[in-house]
T-cell receptor, first 116, second 116 residues
Framework: DTAVSQTPKYLVTQMGNDKSIKCEQN?????MYWYKQDSKKFLKIMFSYNNKELIINETVPNRFSPKSPDKAHLNLHINSLELGDSAVYFC???????????????FGEGSRLTVL | AQKITQTQPGMFVQEKEAVTLDCTYD???????LFWYKQPSSGEMIFLIYQGSYDQQNATEGRYSLNFQKARKSANLVISASQLGDSAMYFCAMSTTWDSSYKLIFGSGTRLLVRP
């Protein structure tokens, strides 16, 4: 009964390829995020969507394109993969309008991307 | 700009003893939230505890407590009676605005190792 699920969990690919990571949440949340965790474990926000609308777009190369077909799904497509894209990508969600909401993000298990 | 600082890259603690993980923050917003997450070696991000900037009392969740000192801008995590399963990376995080552009920004993490 996974709350935030990501696929695939592991992805190994060659430089220059295009790949996608999918995320789905069944919590009824209206805001979803992509975070990148680098090799030094530093977590940095990339994007957020609220009800399918792009809200946060941090300084991310335009090779990264998020897409939210509905508020339960947020996918991440990466074009022309580079070595530096190797990282763990976390999807997360939150309900903005909850009345009792501490504001924590619910994270997926992460997708480890390795670019060779 | 908001910033979270964790100055302890790694720490050891003896099983059954208490340990404090340090976190300081910087923000000019009057309203904010502070969070701690645990990331075990399996990689998932586990929410531990939350403290609101206007909360009068320090937050507690089981063996976890947050030592919130607002004037010093610190939000240290105290783990009592450490267990071997507490060995993990611990991240301090801070929320930004409470509108739709809400996000968490994370510190660099502290790796805790519990010795038997």
């Amino acid at each position: 009964d996974t709350a935030v699920s990501q696929t695939p969990k592991y992805l190994v690919t060659q430089m220059g390829n295009d790949k996608s990571i999918k995320c789905e949440q069944n919590l009824g949340h209206d805001t979803m995020y992509w975070y990148k965790q680098d090799s030094k474990k530093f977590l940095k926000i990339m994007f957020s969507y609220n009800n399918k609308e792009l809200i946060i777009n941090e300084t991310v190369p335009n090779r990264f394109s998020p897409k939210s077909p509905d508020k339960a799904h947020l996918n991440l497509h990466i074009n022309s993969l580079e070595l530096g894209d190797s990282a763990v990508y976390f999807c997360a969600s939150r309900h903005v309008r909850a009345t009792r909401n501490t504001g924590e993000l619910f994270f997926g298990e992460g997708s480890r991307l390795t670019v060779l | 700009a908001q910033k979270i600082t964790q100055t302890q890259p790694g720490m050891f603690v003896q099983e059954k003893e208490a340990v404090t993980l340090d976190c300081t923050y910087d923000t000019s917003d009057p309203s904010y939230g502070l969070f701690w997450y645990k990331q075990p070696s399996s990689g998932e991000m586990i929410f531990l505890i939350y403290q609101g900037s206007y909360d009068q009392q320090n937050a507690t969740e089981g063996r976890y407590s947050l030592n919130f000192q607002k004037a010093r801008k610190s939000a240290n995590l105290v783990i009592s009676a450490s267990q071997l399963g507490d060995s993990a990376m611990y991240f301090c995080a801070m929320s930004t605005t409470w509108d739709s552009s809400y996000k968490l920004i994370f510190g660099s993490g502290t790796r805790l190792l519990v010795r038997p």
